[in-house]
């Protein structure tokens, strides 16, 4: 149990064109998930939360306007690259907290990560 | 502003020996830790959490906490070529559910 999805699993993309990825809980209801990004050799560094049917949370530096986060059901957010350029290209991962279970000591359950490389 | 330090390695050590990675960690409050094993072009998976000072056991693998001393600590015994990989500390923030702060990842090498 406890499997997170992501889709699509690597994009590559035009300068300047926007790109969706999506995150989904599988067999469990997620009322959090956060999406992670880890340029290449380095660790992964939280951008934001995502509560489901509220605004998401983001990180400082992390610009909200060009990072879109949704998180319309407790199944499924997703993350909107607007406007992509060639250093946002990265990996980006999403993880999946439950509504019980594992939470008593906030156990993530990762998703494979979204490989984006931005021409 | 939370910080988890790990040395980036690399960390050679011969097959069947016992590997030893550390972490320490700035936030007091901090209260649970995670470690995480990361291969190469993939997502991070949970090898273990602890959240008492002491050890915590599970297989081949030991978590060591002290909180006093801030630090965190995994030994992975009998060490396989399958256990090289980056290793990585995380501190969850306060409350139900934070996003981790991550350490930059020890990268780990059994040689066969």
């Known amino acids: 149990g406890a499997v997170v999805s992501q889709h699509p699993s690597r994009v590559i993309c035009k300068s300047g064109t926007s790109v969706k990825i999506e995150c989904r809980s599988l067999d469990f209801q997620a009322t959090t998930m956060f999406w992670y990004r880890q340029f290449p050799k380095q660790s992964l560094m939280l951008m934001a939360t995502s509560n489901e049917g509220s605004k998401a949370t983001y990180e400082q530096g992390v610009e909200k306007d060009k990072f879109l986060i949704n998180h319309a059901s407790l199944t499924l957010s997703t993350l909107t690259v607007t406007s992509a350029h060639p250093e946002d290209s990265s990996f980006y991962i999403c993880?999946?907290?439950?509504?019980?279970?594992?939470?008593?000591?906030?156990?993530?359950?990762f998703g494979p990560g979204t490989r984006l490389t931005v021409l | 502003q939370k910080e988890v330090e790990q040395n980036s390695g690399p960390l050679s050590v011969p097959e069947g020996a016992i590997a030893s990675l550390n972490c320490t960690y700035s936030?007091?409050?901090?209260?649970?830790f995670f470690w995480y094993r990361q291969y190469s072009g993939k997502s991070p998976e949970l090898i273990m959490f602890i959240y008492s000072n002491g050890d915590k056991e599970d297989g081949r693998f030991t978590a060591q906490l002290n909180k006093a001393s801030q630090y965190v600590s995994l030994l992975i015994r009998d060490s396989q070529p399958s256990d090289s990989a980056t290793y990585l500390c995380a501190a969850p923030g306060e409350g139900g559910a934070d996003g981790l702060t991550f350490g930059k990842g020890t990268h780990l090498i059994i040689q066969p």
């Open positions: 993880s999946a907290v439950g509504l019980a279970g594992a939470l008593a000591y906030n156990e993530q359950f």
């Open positions: 936030d007091r409050g901090s209260q649970s």
